[in-house]
């Protein structure tokens, strides 16, 4: 993401939301895989609490509050656009949603068979359902895109051939690009809250891994974080921060009460120029 330097590749679209919002240097996740990670995000736990472990082998359980549910109790429209199997209704992260639109596309062959659907569909099934959206309301953008097989569409399979990873990440930032200007076409920006993270990193033949999944280094833990939020003035944040503080940042942006044994920390003193407390994260 090139907001958090210089590199070949340039995201323009997340850059956008850096030049406007906070930019955190060091956010990490706490897991390596798309649904564990995601549950720490959606629960504010991580899977030493949670229990869920790997893609595909374990549900979220019912006793747990999900960012969702405790935003729909609160009066909030809420709705999930997803772009990759991994984060199918039956795992359990559906909870809470009004709408969990994971139509999904079955791809591959028998040797690489998974199912997905590209970024700028899941943006387009996102806007269907913002027009005419009245507030409050709360979209998930799931976009499943920079994962193994490498497979941006044209023209960024040419432009970035050799890099193909790079390819997919330069292509969700195009697709986003339309979120973004309705968003801002509308007159949100003002009182709209944009979370942007990756779930995990892609190891790319460094420490011998290929893609992600079993090593715990910086190139799967390390991800991008940039919270854009009405009030915030535009900056950047150095102390360490992790994927488990999204939820009670969110509430606490909102108004809402947070929830009780949350395991992460609002952001909002690190954000203000003050220390977090240290942690284990």
């Known amino acids: 993401v090139s907001a958090y330097g210089d590199g070949p590749l340039k995201t323009p679209n997340f850059d956008r939301l850096a030049q406007r919002g906070v930019l955190f240097r060091r956010a990490f996740a706490q897991a390596t895989t798309t649904l564990p990670s995601h549950t720490n995000i959606l629960l504010g736990l991580n899977p030493l609490r949670h229990g869920v472990h790997d893609n595909g082998n374990f549900i979220v359980?019912?006793?747990?509050?999900?960012?969702?549910e405790h935003l729909k109790a609160t009066g909030y429209a809420t709705a999930a656009f997803i772009g990759g199997f991994p984060l199918d209704s039956r795992f359990g992260l559906n909870r809470g949603f009004d709408?969990?639109?994971e139509t999904l596309e079955n791809r591959g062959t028998n040797e690489q068979f998974y199912r997905e659907r590209k970024a700028e569909d899941v943006v387009a099934s996102s806007l269907r359902w913002l027009d005419g959206r009245a507030s409050p309301w709360f979209a998930w953008v799931h976009c499943y895109d920079p994962h193994h097989p490498y497979e941006p569409p044209e023209p960024f399979?040419?432009?970035?051939?050799?890099?193909?990873?790079?390819?997919?990440?330069?292509?969700?930032d195009y697709a986003l690009k339309k979120l973004l200007d309705?968003?801002?076409?509308?007159?949100?920006s003002g009182n709209t809250v944009i979370v942007l993270t990756g779930d995990h990193g892609e190891s790319l033949g460094q420490h011998g891994e290929d893609t992600h999944g079993?090593?715990?280094y910086n190139t799967t833990l390390w991800i991008p974080l940039i919270i854009c939020a009405p009030g915030w003035k535009p900056g950047s944040v150095d102390q360490m921060v992790v994927h488990t503080d999204i939820f009670p940042t969110v509430c606490e942006l909102m108004g809402l009460e947070v929830p009780p044994r949350l395991q992460g920390l609002s952001l909002l003193p690190a954000v203000k120029g003050k220390n977090l407390p240290q942690r284990a994260l």
């Not at 359980?61 to 969702?68: I, P, S, V, Y």
């Not at 399979?157 to 969700?172: F, H, I, M, N, T």
């Not at 309705?182 to 007159?187: A, R, V």
């Open 99 to 101: 709408v969990y639109d």
């Open 157 to 172: 399979l040419s432009q970035y051939k050799g890099r193909l990873y790079d390819g997919e990440v330069a292509y969700v």
């Open 182 to 188: 309705t968003i801002e076409d509308k007159g949100w």
């Open 214 to 216: 079993f090593f715990a």
């Open 61 to 68: 359980g019912k006793e747990f509050l999900t960012l969702a």
